[in-house]
């Protein structure tokens, strides 16, 4: 962590580094990391400037413009770096999330689209379009990209929930529950997992093991007031009254506005 001495090193790097160098992109880099963003930017600039055929530099300058929400920025520095590598994977992966933010994602398809067919044994572009076609209500053909992400990738636990939140909106909660499972398995941490799998239990209103999965998700995540709530839907369509009523008290103890806590409390 001596911050100091590292940039210098890094700077000095930079400096004997020739001018279309990932060392002077790197050192940039540094600068914008460490809170000197608009040296970062200006150094980038510098890079574009004396090497404009320098792709990376395009690149990194419009997801500087991306993270400040400078889109028209954004789009025309990508423009740069697609009129120098037409093919250019980063490039046309950051013009799909560009257009995807702005709610353009008529356009975010097309330019995924080509992306996944140019790079299909790239199962990062197969879920990029996945969640493109998801954005424009086509389930199908974001169920057909996200298995060929799987299919590349099978341990992909992006894609495994996805694809699980999928088939359970279509009332497939068995795959769901199969997929699920693997990936708590992969992933033991992943609380957004847990809560699917308890909402996959629930439509087979198997209850018990969706509270037992309430409860696992409650321990990763004790202040999330949406864990004891959804325990309370559960246990409301158990007719377990009373201990629905403590699982909305203990929602309200978390969040004393979590007005639809309220309303199960007023129904009761």
């Not at 998801?134 to 053909?141: G, N, Q, R």
Request: charged share 25%; glycine share 4%; hydrophobic share 45%.
């Amino acid at each position: 962590n001596k911050l100091k001495e590292a940039e210098e090193a890094f700077k000095t790097g930079a400096n004997l580094a020739p001018v279309r160098s990932p060392k002077r992109l790197g050192y940039a880099n540094f600068k914008v990391s460490t809170g000197d963003l608009a040296e970062g930017k200006r150094l980038i600039a510098q890079i574009t400037k004396e090497a404009p055929d320098y792709v990376p530099a395009w690149i990194r300058q419009a997801e500087i413009a991306l993270a400040e929400k400078k889109f028209d920025d954004c789009e025309n520095l990508l423009n740069q770096a697609l009129a120098r590598d037409n093919d250019n994977y980063e490039a046309m992966s950051l013009q799909g999330r560009c257009f995807m933010i702005q709610g353009q994602t008529d356009k975010a398809v097309v330019v995924l689209d080509r992306l996944a067919a140019l790079y299909d044994q790239a199962p990062d572009a197969q879920y990029q379009l996945a969640t493109a076609h998801l954005a424009v209500h086509d389930t199908v053909k974001a169920e057909s990209e996200l298995n060929k992400a799987l299919a590349l990738r099978p341990r992909y636990p992006d894609a495994m929930l996805l694809l699980a939140g999928l088939n359970l909106s279509k009332g497939d909660s068995s795959s769901a529950i199969a997929a699920l499972t693997q990936l708590i398995k992969l992933q033991p941490k992943m609380g957004e997992a847990y809560m699917m799998l308890a909402n996959a239990y629930v439509a087979q209103k198997k209850f018990d093991e969706a509270l037992d999965t309430y409860d696992k998700v409650a321990v990763l995540y004790p202040k999330n007031a949406q864990v004891p709530f959804m325990a309370g839907l559960a246990l409301e369509q158990k007719k377990s009254w009373a201990d629905a009523r403590k699982k909305f008290e203990e929602t309200l103890v978390l969040s004393p506005k979590y007005v639809l806590a309220l309303e199960q409390l007023v129904n009761l």
